[in-house]
């Protein structure tokens, strides 16, 4: 059984930092492109960033480019999302989601359960 547990998220000022984690088991990690996805609140799930699970090659929604950054330890099977500058309407649940085979991160395989950001300002 595959499962994916972020954490990291809480409550933060405008401009600030967080770091999310996402740490698998039950998978083949090495296999998976994986990616972050927020969904605010009256809103739709967006894909916020991917990481491919070949080349590490990495892509980036435009609203978060340069502020955002996505990185993987495949021996320790986790996935990082670095996130500094942030605004207010970054303010969501973010979830990890990994992708077998893939490196844009569609279609998911397994979804996370989701950590809550809160962006004030």
């Known amino acids: 059984e595959a499962q994916l547990v972020e954490s990291g998220g809480g409550l933060v000022q405008a401009g600030g930092s967080l770091r999310l984690s996402c740490a698998a088991s039950?998978?083949?990690?090495?296999?998976?492109?994986i990616g972050w996805f927020r969904q605010a609140p009256g809103k739709e799930r967006e894909g916020v960033s991917c990481?491919?699970?070949?080349?590490?090659?990495?892509n980036y929604v435009d609203s978060v480019k340069g502020r955002f950054t996505i990185s993987r330890e495949n021996a320790k099977k986790m996935v990082y999302l670095q996130m500094n500058s942030l605004k207010p309407e970054d303010t969501a649940v973010y979830y990890c989601?990994?992708?077998?085979?893939?490196?844009?991160?569609?279609?998911?395989?397994?979804w996370g359960q989701g950590t809550q950001v809160t962006v004030s300002s």
């Open positions: 989601a990994a992708s077998w085979g893939t490196s844009n991160c569609r279609p998911i395989d397994w």
């Open positions: 039950g998978l083949t990690f090495d296999d998976y492109s």
């Open positions: 990481i491919s699970s070949g080349d590490g090659r990495t």
